[in-house]
C-alpha cells in the first residue's frame, strides 16, 4: 500500500500564522535567486505571438526525451516511471502547478497554481490553486489532486524524480485549492521549482488504475494536448484540446498553436532521413554533420518546398562524451581512462567526417560561466582545499583538457603518451594485446542503439586495437539498450548532460554517489567521490549566482580531474530542416528551441 504524506495540524497551523501565508504576500512566480522578469498580470511572454492561428500540423522525429522516454521506439504511455520506453510528448497531456519562462535563466510563473508563498525559513510552500482548473473529462482539478500526485511520484515515480524529492517532509491539501508542502530544512533552493513543474495526475483516475504498469492507454490528463492515436514503436499523434481550460492564461496566450503535434519514430537516421525526403513529417533537427553538409540537394530543397534554419543556442551545451562505467574493476585506475582520450583523435574526425561543424568539449558545465577555466581563484580554492589530500594535484592547476591532435588520424605522440599511460595502470602488451598481471586481456566494448554511430566510433576502435585493446562495437536494439543503460551493463557508452543555465537538484541524478547505483539514474560512470558529493551540494544550495558559478568551476575541475569520461563535441547551433509549412515569432526564446510550444502551422484553419 502506497506510504501517505500527511501535515500535522501543529504543522498547518504554524504555516496558517506565517507571514509567508498571508494572502498580500502571495508571488505570481519563483525563481532560484528571486529575480523575475515579468511582473504580476503581463499579458504573455514576450517570445510568442499572441495572434498566432490555431490549426494545422506539426509532425517530427522528437530531439528530446523525459525520464524513462525513448528516441527510437516507445512500448508505453507512462513516462513518468522506470519501467518500459515511454513515447516522447506524454507532458503535454499534463498541466503542472507552474511552467517555467524559456527567456529567463530559472523563473517559473503561475498555471495550475494562481500563487504561491512561502515561511520566512523558506521550509514550508503553499500553492494556491485556480479554482477553473480542471482535467479534460471536465472534472476539477483540485489540491487533493496534486497532493495525490507528488505523493504518488514520490512513492513509485521514476528515480530521478522521487530521489530528487527525500527532502519532502509532508504534504497536505487543507482545502480544495490550497497545496501545502513542508520541507525537512535541508532542501536544495530549487526543490520547489523541480515539484512545481512535475506533472498533476488525477487521484480518482489513478486510484483506479495502477500507476506503476507501462500501459498503452491513454491516461487521463489537463494540458493542452491529449492522445489522438498511437502506433506503437512508429509514431504518437497529440491532438489540442479547444476546450482546454488554461488555453487563456497569460502563461499560455500565443502557445500551443498546432492542432496535431506527431512524433515519428524510425530505427536509425538513414530511414528518419529518408522519409523526411518524402514528406513522411515535416521538421527534424539535424543532427547528422554529413546529411547538413551533403545531402540537402533532394529536388523539394532545391525548388523551396523545404528550408533549412539556423536558430542559436543560448543553453549550455552541458556535457556531451562517452562515459566509462567505473563499476567494473578494469576501469578503476583513473591512468587507464585518461589514456583512452590520447586514443581518441577529435580533430581528424572534426575534418573528416563532420565537415569542421563542431567544437570540442572541454567541461562538464561547456558553454556556461561555470566552466573552468585558467588556475582557482581564491574563491574555489576555499571549497576544494578541503579534499586537497584525497584529489588528483591536476585539480590546483589548470583544468584537465582533451589533447589536441595534429589531425591526421595516427598522431605518434598522442599514441606514444596512450601507451605510456596503460603501462603505468598496469596494462602491458604481450603478443599484440593488453594484459594485467594476472594475465587478463583489456577488453572494451561500445554499446550503442543507433549503427549510424559506427562510422564514428570505429576509427575510435581502431586505433585502441592498434594500442593492443581488445576493442569493439554493439549495436543491439533501443529496448535492450534502454535496459542495460538503466542496470549499468556496458563498458562505455554515449551520453550527452543537458544543463539547465541554472542548474539545480538534477545534478545529483548525474554524478552524486547516492546515485550511482540507483537504476535508471544518469550517473553512468557510476561516480562516488566524496569531494563531487559536497560540491554538488555547494552549487545547488549557493545563495548567490556568483557562489554557484564559483562551486560550479571548482566542481568542474573536479570531474574533468576523474576521467570519467572521452569528451566528445558541441555546436551552439539548431540545424532545423522543414517543409515550409510553418510560422513562427520573430523572438525566440534564449532557453529553448520553442518550435512545439510557440511556431505555427501556415495551414492553419480555425
Known sequence: MMKRLFATGAVLAAFALSSAANASERMHGLSIFGDLKYPPGFSHFDYVNPDAPKGGELSQVGPNVLFNQGFLTFDSLNSFILRGTAAQGMELTFDSLMVRAADEPDALYGLIAKSVSRTEDGNSIAFHLRKEARFHDGTPLTAEDAAFSLRLLMEKGHPLISQNMREVKEIAAPDPHTLIIVFTGEQTRDLPLFIAQLPIFSKAYYTAHEFDQTTLEPPLGSGPYKVKTVRPGRSITYERVKNYWAR??????????????????????????????????????????????????????????????????????GAQGWFINLRREKFADPRLREALSYAFDFEWMNRNQFYGLYDRTESFFEKSPMKAEGLPSAAELTLLEPFRESLPPEVFGPPVTPPVSDGSGRDRAMLRRAAELMNEAGWTVENGRRVNEDGDVLSIEFVSDEPTWERIIAPYVATLRRLGVDANIRFIDSAQYQERLKSYDFDITVMRYSLLPTPGVELRSYWHSDFADQPGSRNLSGIANPAVDALIEKVIAAETREEQITAGRALDRVLRAGHYWVPQWYKALHHIAMWDRFGRPEEKPAYARGIIDTWWSKDAKE
Open 248 to 317: 487563456n492564461l497569460n502563461v499560455n496566450v500565443g502557445r500551443w498553436n498546432f492542432g496535431e503535434i506527431r512524433f515519428e519514430y524510425f530505427r536509425d537516421r538513414t530511414a528518419q532521413f529518408e522519409a523526411f525526403k518524402a514528406g513522411a513529417y515535416l521538421l527534424r533537427e539535424e543532427f547528422t554533420a554529413k546529411y547538413w553538409a551533403t545531402e540537402y540537394n533532394f529536388p523539394a530543397m532545391e525548388d523551396g518546398r523545404v528550408k533549412r534554419v539556423t536558430l542559436r543556442d543560448d543553453t549550455p551545451s
